[in-house]
């Protein structure tokens, strides 16, 4: 009888837990909008012979807060814009055409990338002027999604929200695989490193 009654309950709380309706966003919470002109991502690649660097600019997006808590945020950046700033002339033409192209990004096929904050945790102890959270998040690019994990500072006031980040993507788990040894594993010192890093400056007003 016991075990009967304890089917009973337990089967009682699995209906309960799926007629449970899914958690709504808080009346706290305060939404924010990306400001593309005060945003920006550097990006830095490097291969055996040297490294390229340039600039990709933000297109939207929208963060939202709770107090000084970051609950979430997705931000689009327009791989159109995508640009090198250490080349000049004809090599810079070279090299950019060379990003956009099916070889790299893709980008008449995916003219957006987005990154989207999938939890945000604060860092206990963490200077003033240092990064104070750890961020989860996922990168679409090509049409590919993955996780990436990062610290970021993140500073909320009520007006304004200013996030900056410095970390690295694998670009070979977006299938991107020119030049990369993780696809072709002789290719020698024409390889160019599977890790990119870029510097993320996110502004975000009311």
């Known amino acids: 009888m016991k075990t009967t009654i304890l089917t009973i309950a337990c089967a009682g709380l699995g209906l309960l837990a799926i007629a449970t309706p899914p958690k709504t966003k808080s009346v706290n919470a305060d939404n924010f909008k990306v400001n593309s002109t005060e945003s920006s991502i550097k990006w830095l690649a490097k291969k055996v012979t040297g490294e390229h660097s340039g600039i990709v600019n933000i297109a939207g997006g929208e963060i939202t807060t709770e107090g000084k808590n970051l609950i979430s945020a997705t931000v689009n950046v327009d791989m159109t814009s995508l640009d090198a700033t ?16 099916d070889d790299f990004f893709s980008v008449e096929k995916f003219k957006t990338a987005t990154l989207k904050i999938k939890s945000a ?6 200077a003033p002027t240092g990064n104070n959270y750890n961020i989860v998040a996922d990168i679409t690019i090509k049409g590919i999604t993955q996780e990436v994990k990062f610290p970021a500072m993140i500073i909320i006031n009520s ?7 410095d970390f690295n993507i694998d670009r070979s788990k977006f299938d991107i695989r020119y030049g990369s040894k993780t696809f072709f594993a002789e290719i020698g010192d024409k390889a160019i490193d599977d890790e990119f890093n870029i510097k993320v400056r996110i502004v975000a007003n009311k």
Do not use: C, N, R
Not at 121 to 126: F, L, Q, R
Not at 159 to 165: P, R, S
């Open 86 to 101: 250490d080349l000049q002339g004809e090599y810079h033409d070279k090299l950019v055409g060379h990003l956009k192209s």
């Open 121 to 126: 945790t604060a860092i206990k102890g963490a």
């Open 159 to 165: 007006g304004k929200v200013i996030a900056v980040a």
